[in-house]
């Protein structure tokens, strides 16, 4: 949680005190965000480098300034993990063929489990079957302009991301 407007809570009361009412605080909860980004050889760089920014748009979007985003570089097998807190920071491994399955078992088996799993890809890759538990999956599909994209599990929220 950071402090801000967002919910009331009497776990940290208000600064602003009338004895001998007691006010509420207020927070609001800051998810935890894991990022999958598929690195296999069919995204080339201008598709890696709209994944960047999709990244940036990530932590501006759900405020995370001071928390880092778990990125999982993955092509056929989970290839490097890091925390950043800009989508400069982010160091790309991979270039084989495309599972991003190890991927989202390895940001969903993480401790603390991340709230929402951003999953960055082509959308050319076997899926699971079911959800990872715990824990909302969105899949950016990242194309050109006129593309034609896969489909995407039901249990996942797309959304399309094309180059112009």
């Known amino acids: 949680y950071a402090a801000g407007r967002g919910e009331y ?3 940290r009361p208000s600064r602003h005190r009338t ?3 007691v006010l ?3 927070r609001r909860p800051v998810p935890r965000v894991a990022n999958v980004n598929d690195t296999s050889a069919s995204v080339d760089d201008q598709l890696l480098a709209r994944a960047h920014g999709e990244v940036d748009g990530v932590l501006r979007a759900h405020g995370v300034g001071d928390t880092a985003v778990s990125v999982y570089s993955v092509d056929a097998a989970v290839q490097v993990v890091q925390q950043v807190r800009r989508a400069r920071d982010i160091r790309l491994a991979g270039a084989g063929g495309t599972d991003l399955r190890p991927g989202l078992a390895a940001a969903t088996d993480a ?3 991340p709230d929402v799993v951003v999953v960055l890809t ?3 890759t076997p899926w699971p079957a079911t959800a990872p538990p715990g824990s909302a999956v969105v899949i950016a599909l990242l194309a050109r302009h006129g593309d034609t994209l896969p489909p995407t599990p039901g249990w996942a929220a797309r959304i399309e991301c ?3």
């Open 9 to 11: 809570t009497y776990t």
């Open 24 to 26: 509420p605080g207020q």
């Open 162 to 164: 094309r180059l112009v």
């Open 122 to 124: 082509d959308g050319y």
């Open 19 to 21: 004895p001998p009412i």
């Open 111 to 113: 401790r603390p489990r």
